[in-house]
């Protein structure tokens, strides 16, 4: 936005430097100081200069207004880091391998998040980061409102995607713990509009003929300031039919203030349609401008 801005206003002023000034005709040069010198009176504003400029700047002002303002942001929500030298660092199986699996998986993870009121997100992608010794083949993705202790809420969305560039990726972050290092299971290519409220995320690497294991990393106090959005700790759940755990709260199996988890997309902000018109009335306004120059 800022570089958009600037060049908006370097054109203006561009365009004053080129524009010539037209003498009122009134105006006269005359030998006002008796030295032989002719001396030009101020000159008057060219009225049709500045309307010329204001056609050509309120176009790219209505395009700054409705691609600035109606999206902000990439990443919307995330959890935080791990901090392996907490020392209630600690992780969940998260996983759907040859030790641990299931239909749709062997255990999984489930991280809220809030859309604040007035706002639409659309939902790009989904991620986790996961101690894990395994190599997946695609991940498997939900995302559910209404979880509670031994409730599974409502499953508002779901899917599986194949390993492979803006479908799932599997990228270690540079973190590890407990001998394992940790990969982040990124489902791509999503498109979903979701309104204001609390939600769940869960997003489960898929191993089917894999020995090793997977675990979501937790987090605590938005470590190292890498949080993103807003959450409700001590709301995450575990569901497991392998470990006999059916949606129950992530804090009987530990400390799982927070899951290291996250969400990319877009986000509108209020009231979108109040600067659609506003954009909308600045391109009419340089339009009608345009025509009574022509004319």
């Known amino acids: 936005m800022r570089i958009l801005l600037r060049f908006l206003l370097s054109s203006l002023g561009a365009l004053s430097e080129r524009t010539p000034q037209r003498p009122a005709a009134s105006e006269v040069a ?12 101020p000159q008057t504003t060219n009225p049709e200069a500045i309307m010329k ?21 990439y990443i919307l929500f995330y959890g935080g880091d791990f901090d392996p030298t907490n020392m209630n660092a600690n992780a969940l199986p998260n996983e759907n391998d040859a030790i641990v699996g299931g239909n749709p998986y062997g255990a999984a993870t489930f991280q809220n998040f809030i859309i604040p009121a007035g ?29 509670g202790s031994g409730n599974g809420g409502t499953l508002i969305a779901s899917g599986t995607a194949a390993l492979g560039p803006g479908s799932f990726e599997w990228t270690a972050t540079g973190r590890n713990g407990f001998g394992l290092d940790e990969y982040q299971a990124h489902v791509e290519g999503l498109n979903l509009l979701m309104g204001s409220g609390q939600y769940w995320e869960s997003v489960v690497p898929l191993a089917l ?3 090793g294991r997977s675990y979501n990393s937790n987090t605590f106090n938005c470590f190292a300031n890498s949080c993103v959005g807003t959450q409700i700790d001590d709301q995450q759940y575990f569901d497991s039919p392998f470990f006999g755990s059916s949606f129950g709260n992530a804090d009987d199996q530990g400390a799982f203030t927070t899951f290291s988890s996250g969400i990319d997309g ?3 902000v209020p009231e979108p349609s109040t600067l659609s018109m506003l954009g909308s009335g600045l391109v009419g306004l340089s339009g009608l401008l345009r025509r009574r120059l022509l004319h």
């Open 30 to 41: 005359v030998d006002e100081i008796g030295d032989g010198r002719l001396n030009h009176r």
């Open 53 to 73: 400029k204001i056609v050509m700047v309120l176009p790219l002002l209505s395009v700054l207004l409705l691609s600035t303002f109606a999206h902000a942001g």
């Open 119 to 147: 706002h639409t997100w659309n939902i790009t992608s989904l991620f986790t980061n996961n101690l894990a010794s395994i190599s997946p083949q695609g991940g498997y993705w939900e995302l559910r409102s209404g979880l």
């Open 209 to 211: 003929n894999d020995a």
């Open 266 to 268: 877009f986000d509108s």
